[in-house]
């Protein structure tokens, strides 16, 4: 009988221990830090826009 309740009592508190929970665990999101670089190809594009409109008019 002494066996028989050592190892209900064992049962019970093992049955009884949970690891997780219900909730959805909160997770994070990483914070991404970008470097701005400035860029000088707008220039370029303005320039090579102004040369693929005025061919036209100098071939005409």
């Given amino acids: 009988m002494k066996y028989f309740l050592t190892l209900a009592a064992f049962v019970a508190f093992t049955s009884t ?3 997780g929970s219900i909730v959805d665990p909160v997770i994070e999101a ?3 830090v970008q470097d701005t670089t400035s860029s000088s190809s707008g220039k ?6 102004a040369l693929l409109l005025i061919i036209p008019v100098i071939t005409d």
């Fill in 30 to 32: 990483p914070v991404i």
């Fill in 17 to 19: 221990a949970t690891a």
């Fill in 44 to 49: 370029a594009t303005v320039a090579l826009l």
